[in-house]
């Protein structure tokens, strides 16, 4: 659990790290300390009541903003948040019970109205006193979520920051509503359900909404350079001036009831955060878990400070000595935070060892090894997973999808179009069985904004994942869905005239590519229909944004195919001139797929649809095309050795007794059938697997779950070993081509119908 969150949280945010946020926290997590001791008070009274009640009332709202940063940031954080409510929920418990001897100690137990009380303290004001941070955590993220789901950040920003008004009111400025008797009489409500509006309803939701609201800033401007750290740093120092002022100027006219909430404090925190996330440094994994340590376990140095000191007769150094007071407490829970990491790391690596130990034997912890290896590559690149999950992923048969090498395609291949054109990723049919959420994931972090695909559902699989570049979907989607395109924003090809004007009937206002036939003859509305089409522009509740055709023949460089390919373009461009599209600038042309681009590279376009070059390979072993550029293949295609079993000569293996044994031999079952996409007719010797940098055949008939390979003479091979179906293993290949060659298919569909049993793992090369 310890290694897998850190890793998954570096994964979270890509490549970027959050130093600035870690250290931080350490330095809140001290404030905390401060305000619940009060260092300076036998110095400086006014001076204490600067530093704990006004600067490091900023500590609070700063961990709810982080939270609500790796929250509740991208399209769909429905899960995180439950997550992020369980485990702080856990950690609520946990702490309940931490502090019950507490409790005992200050006669908790025999305060009047226990039970009401109780129920008060758990969900509002916290058992003990720190402990209102939990409660509020959890209902801040909830009413923040909600208000950002129901209302956008705009309006999510203004109802929490209304909600922050009104508990400004009953905090820091409650001597300007004391003398209204209704409204006193109001807030007196409020304050029996909780003692202060310093809680998770009027309190905590801005701050998250906040942390929100600058994590969709951050990913938007993905590519910003923190140019100087001077301009947040001027602001940040100016707002806290200025708080300064307006804390002491409501002290000295005591106008405050609790002095938490400071009208200056939400532009503080805005510019702190900008500081904090420009200041560029490793992330700590450390750090963020001591600070949060600490926040839980200071009260109990507190108490233990002060029973030492008076045990040793040391009352005047360690109580009455605030300041000494507050650096033995801080010490004290520093090093118990330390400690209990410490303790948590030797747990966590027990149970691994553990885990290992009584594991599923050898092939497990064969595959925990190997995974290992192709860790650190991950590591380097942000995208964290652990041993335990890659074991769990290719314990049986699995995809391996190397993200390296799909960068590098998509390099490649826009290196070859023109300048204006841009890459539009097609990630249909889970990206020709790459997995479309992983290999669209990858590209947008390339910086890929257009994406294409074949449903209204593969297009909200993409939206949910958090794509959220332009998707269009190139096939047909039933009119009755048409709200879907609406609500996770796709963009609806137009594939005839009839289905424009149903389209434009649904009132929706979509924008919508229209699907040209040029000599395909699929989808599409016939190129030689001028009238028909511009009517489409005409259709109020349509916005056309973009308009393609698709050639069919592009993938052959026979004199006839050419003639009829250049035919197809002189089409299209000979219509667009007719709609005069080049005098609107917000349509995108489009017309090559993979092989378009690789035999008509210099065609004039915003767009390229790029499939099957995008995942490394051709369609057909022998393709030949114009433009050559070097793509690497990005899928593999493995399997574990499940069983080995020993046959004698004249006996079968399989259905239909297909293969028998000319001699005595040794068979290797696989966990990999037709079921999961290897073609059947590769049975009976017409497909191969590499193991061990050998190349065997398969015997007898594929069945639907597994299929046999005969080994006889490779001693070695042992159950658990990996099977190579596609790839290369050692000097040996079986490419994606040359296998669709041998079950009389394409690569696309191959590799398109490589079936969802398998986990797609993601592997790095250095390139
Ligand atoms: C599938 C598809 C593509 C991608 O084709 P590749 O040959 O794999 O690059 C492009 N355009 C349309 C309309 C498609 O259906």
């Known amino acids: 659990m310890y290694k897998t969150e850190a890793l998954k949280e570096r994964k979270e945010n890509g ?23 009060s260092p300076l008070v036998s110095f400086t009274e006014t001076g204490d009541f600067f530093l704990t009640r006004i600067l490091a009332r900023i500590a609070v709202p700063f961990f709810f903003m982080v939270s609500g940063f790796f929250v509740l940031k991208g ?18 418990g946990i702490s309940i019970l931490l502090y019950i001897p507490l409790n005992i100690y200050n006669h908790y137990f025999q305060m009047e109205d226990f039970f009401k009380n109780l129920i008060k303290d758990i969900f509002f004001d916290g058992t003990f006193y720190h402990l209102w941070y939990l409660p509020a955590a959890i209902e801040g993220i909830a009413v923040a979520y909600f208000l950002l789901r129901r209302f956008g950040k705009k309006g999510a920003l203004l109802f929490s920051i209304s909600l922050y008004l009104i508990g400004l009111f009953g905090d820091s400025y409650y001597g300007v509503i004391k003398g209204v008797p209704v409204l006193a009489g109001i807030y007196e409500r409020l304050f029996s359900l909780s003692d202060y509006t310093r809680n998770g309803i009027f309190f905590a939701p801005v701050f998250f909404v906040l942390g929100s609201v600058w994590a969709g800033k951050l990913s938007e401007e993905n590519s910003r350079q923190a140019i100087s750290l001077i301009v947040p740093a001027g602001a940040m120092a100016e707002c806290f001036l200025a708080m300064a002022a307006e804390g002491m100027l409501l002290h000295r006219f005591s106008m405050q009831r609790h002095d938490s909430m400071y009208v200056l ?33 200071h009260p109990y140095m507190i108490v233990i400070t002060r029973m030492g000191a008076k045990v040793l007769h040391m009352e005047k150094w360690f109580i009455e000595n605030s300041l000494l007071h507050y650096l033995a407490v801080s010490i004290e829970s520093f090093l118990c935070a330390l400690l209990l990491l410490e303790l948590w790391k030797r747990w966590d690596n027990r149970n691994d060892r553990r885990k290992r130990k009584f594991g599923k034997g050898v092939q497990r912890h064969r595959a925990e090894m190997e995974g290992s290896q192709s860790m650190s590559g991950r590591q380097q690149t942000g995208v964290g997973r652990t041993t335990e999950h890659v074991w769990r992923e290719t314990d049986r048969a699995w995809v391996e999808v190397n993200l390296s090498n799909l960068g590098h395609n998509a390099r490649a291949l826009k290196a070859i179009m023109p300048e204006q054109c841009e890459l539009m990723a097609v990630v249909k049919a889970n990206a020709y069985g790459h997995g479309a959420c992983l290999t669209a994931e990858c590209l947008q972090k390339e910086g890929i904004r257009q994406f294409a695909v074949a449903s209204l559902e593969e297009g909200i699989a993409l939206r949910k994942h958090g794509i959220t570049g332009e998707i269009l979907i190139l096939g047909y989607t039933d009119i009755r869905k048409s709200r879907q395109l609406k609500k996770y924003r796709l963009v609806q090809t137009v594939i005839d005239y009839e289905y424009a004007k149903e389209l434009n009937a649904c009132r929706l206002h979509l924008p919508v590519h229209i699907k040209i036939d040029t000599g395909m003859h699929r989808l599409g509305i016939d190129s030689r229909h001028a009238e028909q089409i511009s009517g489409i522009f005409q259709l109020s509740f349509l916005k056309v944004t973009g308009i393609y055709t698709h050639l069919c023949v592009a993938d052959s460089l026979d004199k006839e195919d050419i003639e009829y390919t250049e035919n197809q373009i002189k089409r299209f461009y000979e219509l667009l001139d007719v709609l005069k599209v080049k005098e609107h600038p917000g349509i995108k042309v489009h017309l090559q797929s993979s092989y378009g681009l690789l035999n008509y590279p210099s065609l004039s376009c915003d767009l390229a649809r790029m499939g099957i070059a995008l995942y490394g390979v051709k369609s057909a072993l022998g393709d030949v095309t114009r433009q050559k550029p070097d793509l690497l293949p990005v899928l593999s295609l493995k399997a574990r050795v499940g069983m080995i079993r020993e046959i004698e000569a004249g006996e079968s293996v399989s259905y239909g007794r297909a293969f028998r044994a000319e001699r005595n031999s040794r068979i290797a079952i696989l966990p990999i059938g037709y079921a999961d996409g290897f073609p059947r007719n ?21 069945c639907m779950d597994q299929l046999a390979v005969d080994i006889t003479g490779e001693e070695g091979i042992r159950p658990g070993d990996a099977a190579v179906l596609i790839g290369r293993d050692g000097a040996l290949e079986i490419s994606a081509e040359e296998l669709a060659y041998q079950a009389d298919t394409i690569t696309n569909e191959l590799l398109s119908r490589l079936g969802p049993r398998l986990k797609r793992v993601p592997v790095f090369s250095d390139l």
């Open 15 to 37: 490549k970027r790290e959050y130093g600035g946020l870690d250290r931080f926290r350490m330095a809140a997590a001290f404030l905390v300390v401060a305000i619940h001791t």
């Open 75 to 92: 399209e769909n954080t429905g899960r995180a948040v439950r997550k992020f409510m369980k485990k702080t929920a856990l950690l609520y």
């Open 265 to 297: 404090l939400i532009p503080a925190m805005y510019f702190l955060f900008w500081f904090l996330t420009d200041f560029r440094r490793k992330g700590s994994f450390m750090l963020r878990k001591i600070s949060m340590l600490i926040y839980i376990i």
């Open 682 to 702: 590769l049975s009976c010797g017409k497909g191969s697997v590499l193991i061990h940098g050998k190349k065997l055949p398969i015997v007898g008939r594929i």
